[in-house]
């Protein structure tokens, strides 16, 4: 069964310092990975995909196959980043796609 | 912009009481989802849907019970509700068959549901 792992429970960073948040996968089929954030009072929303290589709001996270490992990075923290982040694998079923989420990593940037 | 309107913001209930939850989404999206949310446990998936009137079990299913009579809406039933079912319920919708890749998820507001 698939399954994903944030290992940080709460990240805590000073302004303009690099964040990584952590994120390992476990899936023997060919994964594709999201990063969903929510910020205070706001709904989920998706963050970034790797399938999309690209960057938002400053974060990227690359697919590391070998490691299983799918880490959110920043070289900047900034405050608004302050939220919770979510690392979420999804499978393509007969009829659809069905994600699994993990348990979050809250980021809290300090002035 | 896709739009997931859960119809409860907030949900006072008592043990035993049947509860209904309602989401709507207004894009045509043919899967749709519930999730529970607890601190320390992230998302756990209760029940999807791929298609109107087809339902089936995520990875915390007991205790509850889903309907799709419709394309736009999702209702999800807790049957007796319990006290550890005291969470917030996340409603998502996404693009369903014939993608080629793995939609994202467009969420709702979510509910609160306090069972006493």
Redesign the interface.
Known sequence: AQRVTQPEKLLSVFKGAPVELKCNYSYSGSPELFWYVQYSRQRLQLLLRHISRESIKGFTADLNKGETSFHLKKPFAQEEDSAMYYCALSILTGGGNKLTFGTGTQLKVEL | DVKVTQSSRYLVKRTGEKVFLECVQDMDH??M?W?RQDP??????IY?S??VK?K?K??IPEGYSVSREKKERFSLILESASTNQTSMY?C?S????G?T?????H????TRLTVT
């Open positions: 043919e899967n989802f999730y320390g446990l992230g998302l756990r998936l999807f791929y298609d087809m089936e995520g990875d996340l998502a996404s693009l369903g068959r993608q890749y793995n939609s994202p998820l969420f709702g507001n979510g």
